[in-house]
């Protein structure tokens, strides 16, 4: 594939993620506290989550070993970050979640497949096959956007996974039910995981700098903060002593 065909294809890709953006403020996605048995046949939670990311984690590694250039330069530490990421997105954190008899609708588990495949296809094919070799030479890991961007999803990597071990513990004493969470960012913002992989995912297209790094951020913020807002409306509707000076999950702003 030529290069302008990928950055046309980014371009529609990106135009979707806004449609999809709006639209979910209006439609929930119906997974984790917010399952429904309305949206057809449903399977296994964990093995719902292990399904709909492992395309994300198995494309990633095949381009690293598999494309033209992926060791030709430093474009490898994007591929490792990546696949540390999706390595715990789709093998540790269904291990870790409590068991539950919620399921999840293979509705949600196909999108998911699709957005998996669409994001790391074209980051993946972007990174081994396109990117101009001087992208990521040895000067990219002395430029301003690489440390930058390094230290930003650095930081939304941390907020991430210590925000859902933060959630995942609240179950170890509950059984199945739900808690209000307490102390770190959960004191400023009602979804301080969605939060982080937001900060994640923007310090990886700022490492990056390239559109496809940059449809993933902006597809990472479309899907995630109308989840975090459905989050915060479910927690006021079912805790009426939830803290009303909460954001939803931007700290002071929204
Ligand atoms: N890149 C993307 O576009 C994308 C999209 C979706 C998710 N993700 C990531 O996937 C992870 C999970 O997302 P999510 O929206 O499913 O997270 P979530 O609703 O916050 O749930 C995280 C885990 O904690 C449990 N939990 C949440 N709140 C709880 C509470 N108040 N009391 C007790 N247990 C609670 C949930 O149980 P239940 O499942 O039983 O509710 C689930 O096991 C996050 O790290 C998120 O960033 C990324």
Not at 61 to 83: D, E, K, M, P, T
Not at 102 to 112: D, S, T
Not at 143 to 158: N, P, T
């Amino acid at each position: 594939m030529e290069l302008r065909t990928l950055e046309w294809i980014t371009y529609g890709w990106i135009a979707l993620a806004i449609i999809v953006h709006v639209t979910m403020f209006f439609v929930t996605a119906p997974f984790g506290r917010h399952t429904s048995a309305k949206w057809g046949p449903t399977i296994n939670n964990k093995l719902g989550w292990f399904i709909m990311e492992l395309p994300s984690l198995g494309i990633m590694v095949y381009f690293l070993f598999r494309g033209s250039n992926a060791f030709a330069n430093y474009a490898w530490i994007l591929f490792a970050l990546w696949i540390a990421h999706y390595v715990n997105r789709t093998v540790i954190y269904p291990l870790r979640i409590r068991a539950t008899p919620k399921r999840m609708p293979v509705f949600i588990v196909c999108n998911a497949i699709l957005f998996n495949l669409m994001n790391a296809g074209l980051n993946g094919y972007y990174l081994a096959e396109l990117a101009p070799a001087e992208q990521y030479d040895a000067s990219w890991l002395t430029s301003a956007h690489f440390i930058i961007g390094a230290i930003v999803f650095a930081c939304g990597m941390f907020i991430n996974m210590k925000s859902d071990t933060m959630l995942i513990n609240l179950r170890a004493k509950t059984g199945t039910g739900y808690r209000i969470p307490k102390g770190f960012l959960f004191d400023r913002i009602s979804s301080p995981n969605l939060f982080g992989e937001i900060i994640e995912w923007t310090g990886f297209a700022i490492m990056a700098w390239n559109l496809p790094a940059l449809s993933f951020m902006v597809w990472t913020f479309a899907n995630l903060v109308p989840r975090a807002k459905n989050h915060h409306d479910w927690y006021h509707r079912t805790f009426s002593d939830y803290p009303k000076e909460r954001k939803v999950v931007f700290p002071g702003v929204f």
